[in-house]
């Protein structure tokens, strides 16, 4: 499995699906998340969105991630990323809330805010 690039509502590339197809890393290297079948959540455990056909979906059901092709807007150049850092032991995951209805509409959060939340 390759890794897969995530971009932000802007078109940059912020975050990536590590080639293990479950750590998510910011594009400096640092994991901040990971998924559980289509769940999201962050290193300490605790259930953020989902990610669903190629796009990231927050706690609201509203859209603040996308793979390539995926995106309503053009995509920048990605820069190199940044070496991985040392990943910490997860913590246990938190009980996954119900899926809101699913919406066209961007996050309040951009998407490294919102794969780093805690």
């Not at 605790?46 to 056909?53: A, I, N, P, S, V």
């Not at 119900?98 to 996050?107: E, I, Q, V, Y």
Request: with cysteine; aromatic share 12%; hydrophobic share 40%.
């Amino acid at each position: 499995m390759s890794e897969t690039t995530l971009y932000d509502t802007s078109g940059r590339a912020t975050a990536y699906v590590a080639t293990d197809g479950e750590t998510i890393y910011l594009w400096n290297g640092r994991a901040v998340a990971y998924l559980v079948g289509d769940k999201v959540y962050s290193w300490s455990g605790r259930h953020l969105g989902w990610f669903l056909k190629g796009i990231v979906f927050d706690g609201r059901g509203r859209r603040c991630g996308f793979e390539r092709g995926r995106t309503p807007f053009a995509v920048s150049a990605s820069p190199a990323k940044s070496a991985k850092s040392a990943r910490s032991a997860k913590s246990a995951r938190s009980a996954a809330f119900a899926r809101p209805a699913l919406s066209t509409g961007f996050s309040d959060l951009g998407l490294a805010e919102f794969l780093s939340q805690r």
